[in-house]
């Protein structure tokens, strides 16, 4: 199986800058993409950014300028470089993988982190 562990999250001024990583242990032959998605209390979750194998990116509009997704492969860690943090982003932040367990396996399978909470104080 699969397991994919987040650190990062905290208390933190608007303005300050966090760093959340997730690294996923297990059996892994590929993971691709690797992203992040935020929720709040009463409301879907919601994407933030992705990243492909070969390092192509997607951030959503809200984040863009703001957060940098990037990833180790060798490390199976995807991180998520937050910066000019609002109070706005304020959330539990899940990451998001489809990994691919064996060179020949056809299917991927589609896994999340356990959340861990970034609050941004105005």
């Known amino acids: 199986q699969v397991q994919l562990v987040e650190s990062g999250g905290g208390l933190v001024q608007a303005g300050g800058s966090l760093r959340l990583s997730c690294t996923a242990s297990?059996?892994?032959?590929?993971?691709?993409?690797m992203g992040w998605y935020r929720q709040t209390p009463g409301k879907q979750r919601e994407f933030v950014a992705d990243?492909?194998?070969?390092?192509?990116?997607n951030h959503a509009d809200s984040v863009k300028g703001r957060f940098t997704i990037s990833r180790d492969n060798a490390k199976n860690t995807v991180y998520l470089q937050m910066n000019s943090l609002k109070p706005e982003d304020t959330a539990v932040y899940y990451c998001?993988?489809?990994?691919?367990?064996?060179?020949?396996?056809?299917?991927?399978?589609?896994?999340w982190g356990q959340g861990t909470q970034v609050t941004v104080s105005s």
């Open positions: 998001n993988e489809d990994i691919r367990p064996y060179n020949n396996s056809r299917f991927r399978n589609t896994y």
């Open positions: 990243i492909t194998s070969g390092g192509s990116t």
């Open positions: 297990g059996i892994i032959f590929s993971i691709d993409p």
